[in-house]
């Protein structure tokens, strides 16, 4: 795990984002540009895409402090860059749709990425915890979030019956 690697792809996300607003022609490249898929970090205004930016890293870091706490509940002790990459591996490798021994890739990740910092089945216990974890922070981000999604869906909601009953007018 290598911090140049980590730097290298966060400056090859950041060079996908120029390469979306370019406002030069760039030949056969200009129709994946143009597929819907990166229509909103093509179109959003750059401070609104800087905003979501910050706040997924800030996401990330309630990952990263999760795991450190985890860590430090079960005695392990483990750096915060040590900590911060294996949470990064974690979320990339959990989202494969393959299961390996009745167990989730999250939990292999989890023990593969952090094996030699405590045995493999305080390890696994800990994985399961840090699932349990994840688990509870998305659903108390969503109960902080909830009141404004319920506003746009509601706004959304009332405008489209607004038009539906404009449309039925004409």
């Known amino acids: ?28 490249l200009d129709g994946l540009r143009q597929l819907d898929v990166f229509r909103a970090p093509r179109t959003a205004p750059i401070p609104l895409l800087i905003e979501l930016g910050c706040l997924r890293g800030l996401f990330v870091l309630c990952y990263v402090a999760l795991t450190w706490s985890l860590f430090a509940a079960f005695g392990i002790e483990i750096g915060l860059a040590r900590a911060a990459l294996g949470v990064a591996i974690l979320l990339i490798v959990s989202v494969l749709p393959i299961a390996a021994g009745g167990l ?3 939990q292999i990740a989890f023990v593969a990425v952090f094996s030699g910092l405590a045995p ?28 404004e999604y319920t506003r746009e869906a509601f706004a959304a909601a009332r405008e489209e019956a607004a038009s539906s009953d404009d449309a039925a007018e004409r």
């Open 120 to 147: 493999d089945a305080e390890l696994l216990a800990a994985s399961i915890l840090f699932s349990f974890g994840l688990v509870s922070m998305r659903a108390l981000l969503g109960l902080v979030f909830a009141p």
């Open 1 to 28: 795990m290598r911090i140049g690697l980590v730097g290298t792809l966060i400056a090859a996300i950041a060079a996908g984002f120029v390469f979306l607003r370019a406002p030069v022609g760039l030949g056969a």
């Open 104 to 106: 989730g890739t999250g």
